[in-house]
């Protein structure tokens, strides 16, 4: 079959892993979609048009929908596909296909227009997965609704030794359209991952910053980190996520501390078998680890303001046991598995 996707193809990691596993689990079926310029997507299965006046166009007048109409269905994947933005009264439809949306997490949303809005998409739709209960039960009364854990619980991650290693994902919370009220905690977040490296190095590991997104601005916040602990005499190495999927999953994959503050570091970190501390800038990774029923001793929220007044004495990255979730996040393909017949 030909398929439209219907993802977020902006070289972030998370994103990028999540149309990996797509395409690789149906080998036998044709995936296309359109982006606004990224190159390196392209497969044996998976084409991209990457044309940034036509995505353009495509977006601004919502005719999307029109596009996808000459494929034999629609997959949506992604993770926050569904956060009000000032689009409240969008047509978030997909043609007259049948579509599968996987993954996803809703809002935050403000208006109850905008909720109402997704409700009437997606209870068009065949079928609608959600990543985290919370979502699930905001459309409860939707039949098609289901929820299974994260997709990335399906990645096959390389079979490396761990070793002792700290690995940390960053973001810049300058990126004020992206973390808005946070932007004004940024030094204070600098700080105190500066807190963790001081305290890593003093015990002997290797500490890896990673950037999971160029376009979020992660690499900014990578690069003032390492002149900090460059300014310490701290040894630190640097990894930036452009199309190097297998680096950087090796590179987390083979620690066996991991504090990240992007969402799917969290996720793959458990993955791993790592002891992890999850920095929550969002509600969707406190939602995934309520699900997890991981203990919230362990992490922190930046929306709080606790985190800030942080001495000597850390929170400490635990491990967790996930396998359930690796098990059951199999099921965020069980609707299209059937339709494709696999």
Sequence with gaps: MKIYVDAYLAKNLGDDLFINILTTRYPEHKFYAISKGEKGYNTKNFKVYSNMYIFKILKKFQWEKYLANH???????????????????????????????????????????????????????????????????????????RYAPDILFNVELPKVVRRKKLFISVVDLNQVNKFKNLSKKRLAYDQLIMKYIRKYDHLGYDIVLCSFSRPEGDEYAVRRLMQCAKSERIAVRTLYY??????????????????????????????????????????????????????????????????????????????????SSVVASAEQFSALDTFLGE
């Excluded at 629609?74 to 993770?79: A, L, Q, R, W």
């Excluded at 987390?252 to 793959?268: D, E, M, P, Q």
């Design 71 to 145: 494929y034999d269905t629609v997959v949506t994947i992604g993770g926050s596909m569904f956060m009000e933005r000032g689009d409240t009264n969008r047509d978030f439809s997909m043609g007259k296909n049948k579509r599968y949306v996987l993954g996803i997490n809703f809002g935050p949303y403000k208006t109850q227009e905008y909720y109402n809005n997704i409700h009437n998409m997606l209870s068009n739709v065949e079928d609608v997965c959600f990543r985290d209960r919370y979502s699930a039960s905001l459309f409860s009364d939707v039949s098609n609704v």
């Design 242 to 323: 452009w199309n190097n999927i297998q680096e950087v999953l090796t590179e987390l994959a083979s620690s066996n501390t991991v504090i990240g503050t992007r969402f799917h570091a969290v996720i793959l970190g458990l993955l791993a078998g790592a002891e992890v501390l999850p920095i929550m800038y969002s509600n969707k990774t406190g939602y995934v680890l309520d699900d997890l029923g991981f203990d919230m001793a362990h992490a922190i929220d930046l929306k709080s303001e606790n985190w800030m007044h942080y001495g000597h004495k850390l929170p400490n990255p635990i491990a967790w046991n996930v396998s």
